[in-house]
């Protein structure tokens, strides 16, 4: 299912065209991957190293794998990416399936300019409905704010705060617990149902690493 969506671009790149592509993890080819990995090592590793740690070689995923990918290219390669991960979370004491959101990153030069958190939901919207997940679900670590705050503004998500999310390592490490809690925005997009039926909770427990 390889889907694209062509979108007019701001200013800054000179009008160009953003590509937006749809497909699911068994469509991408080792030069994707490849290519994933290397925007990813770019866009985490602005934040330090340890945080492109994860995307060496042609790893194009840093904790729970995605079955979905939203990816943006434009002239330049990949512009931006988001993935999607059908799961059980436990929202307080009610299990619940959603539509995970996440490995979000977008290349700096693009920006806010065509290729944007809000983007990525809009293009990946119709597809969201076909999983048959009752929510979408992003828990955002609060330096994410401004990227999400406009997809709260239009309601087309909510966005809640005062949530905490337990989720495992990647990884096994002998010098540390099993587990880490996280405090987090969550973002929230109802899609077969209400937001008046999303559990109750300030706790989440996703049982596996974060997308």
Known sequence: MNMSVSS???DLLAHSQVRWRLCWENELTLA????????FRKAYGANGEFN?????????WAGARPELRIIAYDSSGVAGHAGILRRFIKVGETDLLVAEIGLYAVRRDVEGHGVTYQGAMRVGYPMLRKLDAP??????????RK???RIGR??????????RVRSTHRDVYLNMSPTLVEEALLVVLPISRPMSEWPSGTMIERNGPEL
């Open 32 to 39: 994707d991957h490849t290519e994933l990995a290397e925007f």
């Open 135 to 144: 929510f979408g679900f992003a828990a955002v670590r609060p330096a994410m």
């Open 52 to 60: 492109a740690a994860p995307f060496e070689g042609s790893r194009s």
């Open 147 to 149: 990227h999400i705050e």
């Open 8 to 10: 007019s671009t701001g």
């Open 154 to 163: 239009n309601g087309m998500a909510n966005v809640l705060t005062g949530v």
